[in-house]
């Protein structure tokens, strides 16, 4: 009988052996939950998106996605749905709300992280990111009582009076309007775009800095010519992602930009919103179409979301293996 011999004189295990070192061991079953749970969020995306293309037949077989989308006569009693006014609305607060934004928090993220002192920077950082904790309820609230006339008694005046030139600029302004709901989105955002835009130039290399510094540039040349460009990738990750919040918003949105479905270029109109429309109107919906009409809107607002943070997402991971 011919004898077998194995290398080292240690016989294999075999596959079943090695399957249950590996799951008393903690890697399988690792590797198994974590799966499960990318999986699992995975179908539940995917089932949404294939819920509401599912709810939103009628309207796309009767009145179709085309002409949905680029028609501005929304009338429940007729059964005329336009989606248009509401993407305008969406898209002009979101812009209007970046224009303010961007800016505003790039400026307090270079603060944060290169200027201010680390006791000081994580102080203010703490307080900041709390204003992403606010419920958006509150913010309408002092949208309504203290930005409203804010606006009315001082802001849409100067603006008027300057730039009374633009259409943007011109006609009266009551209150609610594109430009208060714009303003009442930039508050909400910049907590994003400061928590994000901080944490990638911190993650700038140090290396970076003192390699500026030693040929003599200053602390803001050193922050304006090596830092920013080398994280702009990072922060404009990060300017997507407040994108993405603020055409999601509703409740501030809803109690501020004056639910009117029309498309006007005066900021000092009143409009509304994809998610304004769906928050108001769902609700006392009746009939298949209505009911389907609100649900398409809805897919169309998910899209927009699930594309804009996955541009954000891949915005910022190009960042880190440079940051690594």
């Avoid at 949208?143 to 730039?163: M, N």
């Avoid at 398409?296 to 943070?309: A, P």
């Amino acid at each position: 009988m011919a004898s077998s011999t194995y290398v080292g004189g240690i016989p294999p295990r075999s596959a079943a052996r090695s399957f249950y070192d590996r799951l008393r061991g903690g890697d399988e079953i690792a590797y198994l939950v974590t799966l499960a749970s990318a999986v699992v969020i995975l179908a539940v995306v995917f089932l949404i998106v294939v819920d509401l293309w599912t709810r939103s037949q009628p309207t796309v077989k009767t009145v179709g996605w085309w002409h949905f989308l680029t028609t501005s006569t929304w009338d429940a009693n007729g059964e005329h749905f336009g989606a248009l006014p509401f993407i305008y609305g969406t898209c002009v607060t979101s812009f209007l709300a970046l224009l303010i934004a961007i800016p505003l928090g790039i400026a307090a993220a270079i603060f944060l992280a290169e200027m201010a002192p680390p006791n000081l920077s994580n102080m203010l950082t703490f307080l900041i990111e709390l204003l992403a904790a606010v419920p958006s309820v509150i913010y309408g609230l002092l949208g309504i009582f203290v930005l409203v006339p804010l606006i009315r008694e001082y802001l849409a005046p100067f603006l008027r009076k300057t730039l009374g030139f633009l259409p943007q600029f011109q006609g009266d302004f009551y209150g609610v309007s594109f430009l208060s709901a714009g303003i009442v989105l930039s508050v909400m955002i910049v907590p994003f775009i400061v928590s994000v835009s901080r944490e990638v130039l911190l993650a700038v290399p140090v290396d970076q800095r003192e390699a500026a510094l030693a040929v003599g540039a200053t602390k803001w040349e050193t922050t304006w010519q090596i830092v920013l460009p080398y994280a702009s990738t990072g922060i404009i990750g990060s300017v997507f992602l407040a994108l993405a919040r603020a055409l999601g918003e509703t409740m501030a949105v809803t109690m501020v930009i004056g639910n009117t479905p029309k498309i006007v270029a005066s900021l000092f109109s009143p409009g509304y919103s994809i998610a304004a429309v769906i928050a108001n109107e769902f609700a006392e919906a009746n009939g298949e179409l209505y009911v389907s009409s609100l649900v398409f809107l809805g897919l169309v607002l998910f899209g927009l979301t699930i594309v804009i943070n996955a541009v954000a997402r891949i915005f910022i991971l190009t960042t880190s293996p440079r940051s690594a």
